[in-house]
């Protein structure tokens, strides 16, 4: 057993409190934002469009991981609406962040007419970076309780103001979705260097297909409300996108076997040699040329 004996409180002056949970999503989002600028420079896009898409990924990626987290929560949320504007007291949901950060930095990519397929390859590499750096301040808390445990790596949250269960030992589920963040990382990269598919945006989709292949079962380890059939919110989106970004991938893949190597109009014009492009010289009389005038 490992016990985790931290204050989920960092820094406390007066009202401004920072959480270890606040510095390490802080980093995640420096950290993501870091990496897909590198790979994006890399690949011939401008610093500029980088930061402008990754500006619009954040919000979009807070949006969706607010509203997630508030239909995840309604009964709580119905009875203070306005506890749904109280972003800085928690409540973020990842799944929220995987789909509104893409989305929000695609519409600018589109508005902008930049290549979105491209620019979700190497932004999915930044995101899956950032969740993992963030995850790590979930550790430290011990938000989003794992399951009751008695194997020699369960953890016990030992401190007071710890938001796990008080000297529990549980699955440090947070734990288990950080090392597979890791892996997945490790994999799409070499993808994306190995140049592996064949289609833009397929290491995109591949992230995420494994991202939700883990998550389904790392869902197991943790004590998260029950949705629909048993399962978990999380676990039915981890199916839903995961057999989504599934079928796409298939669907790029065979549209890139079927598209031919070139074609007659893609192919560029054959020169042709002037004999047999001109018509050949007219033969005229002798007779019926023109004069020519002497000096």
């Known amino acids: ?116 397929p491209k620019m979700l390859d190497f932004g999915g590499l930044g995101l899956i970076l950032g969740m993992a750096i963030g995850r790590l301040g979930d550790v430290i808390n011990g938000e989003h309780h794992g399951s009751d445990a008695g194997v020699p790596w369960s953890v016990r949250y030992t401190h007071p103001n710890t938001l796990g269960d008080l000297n529990v030992p549980v699955h440090l589920a947070v734990g288990y979705e950080l090392i597979m963040d890791v892996l997945v990382l490790a994999v799409c990269t070499w993808l994306l260097y190995r140049r592996a598919f064949p289609r833009d945006g397929m290491v995109f989709w591949a992230m995420i297909a494994l991202y939700s292949l883990g998550r389904f079962f790392v869902q197991f380890f943790r004590l998260d409300t029950p949705f629909l059939w048993g399962l978990s919110q999380a676990q039915l989106l981890s199916f839903a996108v995961g057999a989504i970004a599934v079928w796409i ?9 079927r598209r031919p190597a070139a074609t007659n109009d893609d192919a560029s014009p054959t020169p042709v040699a002037a004999s047999t492009s001109s018509p050949p010289p007219t033969m005229v009389a002798a007779d019926e040329r023109e004069p020519v005038e002497r000096a």
């Open 249 to 257: 991938l298939v669907y790029l893949a065979s549209s890139s076997r």
């Open 1 to 116: 057993m490992i016990d985790i004996h931290i204050d989920p409180i960092l820094i406390q002056l007066g009202p401004l409190v920072i959480t270890w949970h606040g510095l390490f999503t802080a980093l995640g989002v420096l950290g993501g934002i870091w990496l897909a600028t590198r790979l994006g420079i890399e690949r011939g896009f401008s610093e500029d469009d980088i930061m402008s898409v990754a500006l619009w990924g954040v919000v979009g990626g807070i949006v969706g991981a607010r509203l997630m987290h508030v239909v995840d929560q309604w009964a709580y949320y119905a009875r203070d609406p306005l506890a749904i504007l109280r972003v800085n007291e928690g409540g973020l949901a990842i799944w929220g962040s995987i789909i509104g950060g893409p989305l929000g930095g695609a519409i600018y990519a589109w508005r902008r007419g930049l290549s979105i």
